[in-house]
């Protein structure tokens, strides 16, 4: 077995920013029940740290996070990873986060409070 066999039967990798660990968990396993590696993060700079280490396929983030907001997150994420997948979450539409979606900066807007339905299929849409 080469190791491009190995890599593509691994489960392709979700990281959910949330500093509301509830909210993180009930994400996190909805998305594991997909079938897909979950890793969590309660901050913006925890995030930053967790990808200098380890490779995800998309990152779903609260806009409201203690320390480094969703919004400034994104940015980053864009200049470093400027193919990964990204979608925000947030209960409170503005036209910041409007203007990130529309600027490409982001791939996805959840809003919440969300259908189960409505995550699986923006994870399935930007994972494939």
Same mark, same amino acid.
């Given at each position: 077995m080469s190791l491009q066999d190995v890599t593509m039967n691994q489960p392709k990798r979700v990281l959910v920013v949330d500093d509301e660990e509830g909210v993180r968990e009930i994400v996190s396993e909805m998305i594991a029940d997909m079938?897909?590696? #979950?890793?969590?993060?309660?901050s913006g700079e925890d995030a930053l740290k967790l990808l200098k280490k380890?490779?995800?396929?998309?990152?779903?983030?609260? #806009?409201?996070i203690k320390g480094m907001d969703g919004l400034s997150l994104a940015r980053r994420l864009r200049k470093r990873f400027p193919k990964l997948p990204l979608a925000l979450m947030t209960a409170f539409d503005s036209a910041d986060v409007r203007k990130m979606v529309s600027d490409r900066k982001v791939d996805f807007l959840l809003l919440k409070p969300f259908y189960m339905d409505e995550l699986r299929g923006m994870v399935q849409h930007l994972t494939c």
């Open positions: 079938g897909f590696s #979950v890793c969590g993060a309660e380890t490779k995800v396929d998309l990152v779903i983030s609260d #806009v409201k």
